[in-house]
């Protein structure tokens, strides 16, 4: 309630910066492209949870079952990032991201893994040495995953602009 008085009007979503906005674009009526996530997941549920939340936060998202379908993926649309869990049938993430870092130096992996047996607790660090530039233990924290994409693409905006004004 405003001391005056005069009710407060409730936010809305319209009053949530977007991280696809940049600061002082929306008064200009400008808007950056969504960033594209390419999610590299072998379990369905899990799969389709990343991909509501991932759309619902204004990511673009394609989906992949597992490391080789995920490869075949980005060489037809490169994404901004990807998102690569560990243990997966047919190409697991750890030689996904060592082929993606190898064949696309610029490729943006994070790796996720949950840490149920003793192979599985070093996981994150394998993928961390196979080119992995942030990894997460699952389960995730919505919250978390999002804070960490957005870091990512802070990040990558501001290189981007360092990189144009030199």
């Avoid at 980005?74 to 190898?102: A, C, H, S, W």
Wanted: hydrophobic share 40%.
């Amino acid at each position: 309630m405003a001391i005056s008085g005069k009710g407060v009007r409730p936010p809305t979503l319209d009053d949530i910066p977007s991280v696809t906005t940049l600061p002082g674009a929306r008064l200009a009526g400008l808007r950056l492209p969504p960033v594209h996530i390419l999610v590299i997941e072998d379990h369905d549920d899990t799969r389709d949870v990343l991909d509501m939340l991932l759309r619902t936060e204004g990511y673009e998202v394609t989906l992949a079952v597992d490391g080789q379908d995920g490869l075949e993926k980005y060489r037809q649309r490169p994404p901004d990032i990807v998102l690569v869990d560990i243990f997966m049938p047919r190409k697991n993430g750890i030689d996904t991201i060592r082929e993606l870092t190898r064949d696309f130096p610029n490729s943006v992996c994070i790796a996720m893994s949950a840490d149920g047996d003793s192979m599985r607790r070093n996981a994150l660090e394998f993928a961390r040495e196979a080119g992995a530039r942030l990894t997460l233990r699952k389960p995730i924290e919505p919250w978390v995953l999002l804070r960490t994409l957005e870091g990512v693409v802070a990040g990558r905006r501001s290189l981007t602009r360092l990189t144009a004004a030199s």
